[in-house]
């Protein structure tokens, strides 16, 4: 049996880097797309000449014609506009819906069998969008943003503690934004309560900097935001599916009665695996956790809301 196709929707910053990962782990055959023309087949060429050195044996082919995408196995979507000065969040929101509806609707034209996993923002809002155009089940629709989050927020635990980051684990559930929940009593450095190794105003720092982990990198670019810790991240979600591996991971999965909340995408654990999303993963939480996902969940049915009317 050959490799199996994974397909990257835009190739800017993190479809680029996506990308690149993907093609030098060997393990699949690449297609990147893009609306604008020369960007994914001048990248391709590029990341295919880098093989020459990095010795993968990784394909990949870059397009702007969808047939090229067909029979993928695995789909990562991060084709969409940044918001731009003067935008509103409303505007921002159904240009991307606009984008997503269009690419889906051609994905899953080609690929009716792949697996979506959205990365554009506003995340759990166009993840819902590629689940309502795409018709797959809820399975084969997921988003990535958990990770990344507790990407960020193992790292600055372990900045704090000086301690490898590989010793803290830590799980952030809830929308993207400022609405994120961090699961501190499941939040551990080489096994001891994060509660047991900082004060609480520490804590509250870190969690803080953690919500405001994207604004700060923003910041600092001036212009583009992060983008090699995201496609780290949605390379750990493909390759925990294309794997089989059933790690659990934060990802925005369609909750259908899960923590209370229903027919919404928010970050909760998933058990991932060849067919997806296998299972969503139930953490007992606290009154307060409880609380902060629900309300979390309402800012996603707020904006699911309103992009029902525009798309
Ligand atoms: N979920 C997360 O945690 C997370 C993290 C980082 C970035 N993001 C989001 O990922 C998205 C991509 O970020 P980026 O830094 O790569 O942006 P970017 O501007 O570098 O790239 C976006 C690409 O999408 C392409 N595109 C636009 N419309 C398209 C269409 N209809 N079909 C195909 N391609 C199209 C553009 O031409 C561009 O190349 C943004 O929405 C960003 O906010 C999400």
Not at 22 to 50: C, H, I, M, T
Not at 198 to 214: C, E, N, S
């Amino acid at each position: 049996m050959g490799r199996e196709k994974i397909t990257v929707i835009g190739a800017g910053n993190v479809g680029g880097t996506t990308a690149q990962r993907l093609v030098e782990s060997g393990r699949y055959d690449v297609v990147l797309l893009d609306v604008v023309d020369g960007v994914p087949q001048g990248k391709a060429l590029d990341l295919l000449q880098a093989g020459a050195l990095a010795g993968s044996g990784g394909h990949i082919e870059g397009t702007v014609d969808y047939t090229a995408t067909a029979g993928s196995a695995l789909v990562v979507i991060t084709s969409g506009m940044p918001r731009k000065p003067g935008m509103t969040r409303e505007q921002l929101l159904e240009i991307n819906a606009k984008i997503i509806r269009d690419v889906v609707t051609q994905v899953a034209a080609n690929s009716p069998n792949a697996i979506l996993l959205v990365v554009t923002n506003p995340l759990d809002v166009m993840t819902y969008v590629a689940y309502k155009v795409s018709k797959f089940p809820r399975e084969r629709v997921l988003g990535m943003a958990g990770v990344l989050d507790s990407a960020r927020f193992r790292t600055f635990i372990a900045a704090e503690l000086m301690v490898p980051v590989k010793d803290v684990q830590a799980m952030v559930l809830g929308g993207h934004g400022d609405s994120m929940v961090p699961l501190i009593r499941h939040t551990t450095v080489a096994g001891k309560p994060l509660h047991e190794c900082l004060p609480q105003d520490r804590i509250d720092a870190l969690v803080k900097r953690t919500q405001d982990g994207g604004a700060e990198i923003v910041a600092l670019l001036k212009t583009g935001s992060a983008f090699y810790a995201p496609s780290a991240s949605a390379v750990e979600m493909v390759e925990a599916i294309m794997q089989d591996s059933k790690k659990i991971l934060p990802c925005a999965a369609l909750c259908k009665g899960e923590y209370g909340v229903n027919g919404l995408f928010v970050g909760v654990p998933v058990k991932l695996g060849r067919r997806g999303v296998e299972e969503v993963v139930q953490l007992a939480l606290t009154a307060d956790e409880q609380a902060a996902l629900v309300k979390s969940a309402a800012v996603v049915k707020e904006h699911c809301d309103l992009v029902d009317k525009m798309i």
